[in-house]
């Protein structure tokens, strides 16, 4: 922030927003928002004016821009990577939404929606994303608790 700058309010509703990216050109945001009843993600302009516009279309977590702008990934609710086409405008034009991919599965530690923070960071190209993800076992080990043990002595 340089001198005058000043907070203001983005997003103001009775819901949970939060994780809110900005896009690389700075004149868009993205976020999730449970205003749904589940999350979701939307993007909006920044710093306004102008409508919300729903990116996820069966809830989304973690939101993130690529490097260029044109594509959005998301965590699905049922916890795959998902990729969504974005157009921002040209002059005069309006800012286009593809439809979400699903581009893997994964495990994402302490589950996509669950964790105030993001668990994974995507690769500059968008092509590699290094992921937090739940380790997974062969089989579940066993603890044995012994108690009133007496020796044979």
Known sequence: MNGEGKPFLVVRTDYDERDGQFSPDGKWIAYESDESGRFEIYIQP??????????????????RWSRDGKELFFIGLDE???????????????????????????????????????????????????????????????????LNLKSKS
């Open 46 to 63: 920044f710093p306004g004016p102008g409508a919300k516009l729903p990116v996820s279309t069966n809830g989304g977590a973690q939101v």
């Open 80 to 146: 795959r990577m998902m990729a969504v086409p974005i157009k921002l405008p040209s002059a005069g034009q309006a800012i286009e939404v593809g439809t979400p991919v699903a581009l893997f599965p994964t495990r994402v530690a302490g589950g996509a929606v669950n964790v105030q923070r993001q668990q994974y960071v995507v690769s500059p190209d968008g092509q590699r994303f290094l992921i937090n993800t739940v380790r997974e076992e062969p089989g579940a080990s066993r603890i044995t608790v012994i």
